[in-house]
């Protein structure tokens, strides 16, 4: 079994910065991508940024020059820093693993239980 957890969400005035964290725990052989997604209010949960176990990023354009997803593989663990927050970044953020339990399992995905970002103007 694998759980995934975020952590780092919280309230914060527009400009500002917030660090998420997501750690994945539990019968991990290997994990290959992991990534960041969000989902406001009456809208589609969308990506935000992903990142590969060799390190390759995506991110969306929102996002883009804002965000920068980083992972620490030793800790099966990827952040997201948020930076310049604006108010439509306001979501709940779920963290997305894609993670193969022994040799022979193929991959899974698993989602964390989300952490609200909330961005006043």
């Known amino acids: 079994q694998v759980q995934v957890a975020e952590s780092g969400g919280g309230l914060v005035q527009a400009g500002g910065s917030l660090r998420l964290s997501c750690a994945a725990s539990?019968?991990?052989?290997?994990?290959?991508?992991m990534g960041w997604y969000r989902q406001a209010p009456g809208k589609q949960r969308e990506l935000v940024a992903s990142i590969t176990s060799v390190g390759s990023t995506n991110y969306a354009d929102s996002v883009k020059g804002r965000f920068t997803i980083s992972r620490d593989n030793a800790k099966n663990t990827v952040y997201l820093q948020m930076n310049s927050l604006k108010p439509e970044d306001t979501a709940v953020y779920y963290c997305?693993?894609?993670?193969?339990?022994?040799?022979?399992?193929?991959?899974?995905?698993?989602w964390g239980q989300g952490t609200q970002v909330t961005v006043s103007s």
């Open positions: 539990g019968i991990i052989f290997s994990i290959n991508a």
């Open positions: 997305n693993a894609d993670v193969r339990g022994t040799y022979y399992s193929g991959m899974l995905h698993y």
